[in-house]
């Protein structure tokens, strides 16, 4: 296998100063890769990749905070169509399974890699309250 991977990152942060903090980042990339003539995107091809953090310290006890990831779809092969798995048989003149017994049909596959899965998307939520007994902080 040969190949090429090229992309670049942005990264922005606002440090904890105040009650709100967190950063940004984003990342562009693409990869191909080459096996004789065939040219494709291997599956960890994403092209895009964002996410934002933010955190809230609402008061002394309790902070609040979340997480949004958004991300274009990875390659994969998709099915065209199925074929039952048979061969000839000169001795009976007809069609058998390929392995007595398998009556599974063989997946036809388009090119490789050549469909992408949908947009993913994902938030994460999430809030700590501090407990201060008399015996200090659980």
């Known amino acids: 296998f040969e190949g090429r991977s090229y992309g670049a990152d942005l990264y922005l942060r606002r440090l904890d ?3 709100v903090g967190g950063w940004l980042s984003y990342g562009w990339a693409v ?3 080459w096996r004789g003539a065939e040219s494709y995107a291997p599956a960890q091809d994403r092209r895009h990749n964002a996410n934002l953090v933010v955190g809230w310290r609402a008061s002394r006890r309790w902070i ?3 997480r949004l990831s958004v991300a274009s779809g990875t390659p994969y ?3 065209t169509g199925w ?3 048979v061969m000839w ?3 009976t003149g007809g069609w058998v399974p390929r392995r007595p017994g398998d009556d599974d049909p063989t997946e036809l596959a388009a090119a490789r890699n050549s469909a992408r899965y949908p947009l993913y998307a994902r938030l994460d939520v999430g809030a700590e309250r501090a407990w201060y007994p008399s015996s200090g902080l659980v």
């Open 77 to 79: 092969t998709p099915v």
């Open 83 to 85: 074929m039952p798995a």
């Open 31 to 33: 990869s191909r890769r």
């Open 89 to 91: 048989d000169p001795s």
């Open 64 to 66: 609040a905070s979340g």
């Open 17 to 19: 100063r105040g009650p």
